[in-house]
């Protein structure tokens, strides 16, 4: 199975005035092990400027699980993460990410293929 890697890339958009090619500050990847998929599905910016990726990650244990991880917005180091596991073969999927009035995450998602 060929393998797959989050792969984030953050640009520097200069004003439409001034014609130039963007500029890659940092990029990087991911790998959540188990050979398998790895995808980011959504990505937001945190209250403080910091850039939230979420998708599914395949570590080889039951199905594929929700992750969250919060990057630096200066290199693209990990800040923190969050992995919401599958079970019964199933895989997760997120589908929305928010962050409330309060600053907490909300983290949306289903179990696919699920019955019953």
């Known amino acids: 199975m060929k393998q797959h890697f989050w792969t984030i890339a953050v640009f520097v958009l200069l004003p439409a005035i001034v014609i ?7 990029s990087t990847v991911y790998d959540g092990g188990g050979n398998y998929n790895d995808e980011a599905t959504i990505i937001i910016t945190a209250p403080d400027g910091n850039p939230v990726v979420a998708g599914t990650s395949h570590d080889g244990i039951d199905g594929g699980d929700i992750l969250v991880r919060k990057l630096s917005k200066v290199d693209g180091s990990l800040i923190w993460s969050r992995r919401f596991p599958a079970y019964d073969d199933s895989d997760m999927a997120v589908c929305g990410i928010a962050w409330d009035p309060d600053g907490d995450l ?11």
């Open 20 to 26: 130039a090619d963007p500029t890659l500050n940092w």
């Open 106 to 116: 909300i983290v949306g998602g289903h179990v696919c293929g699920c019955e019953g």
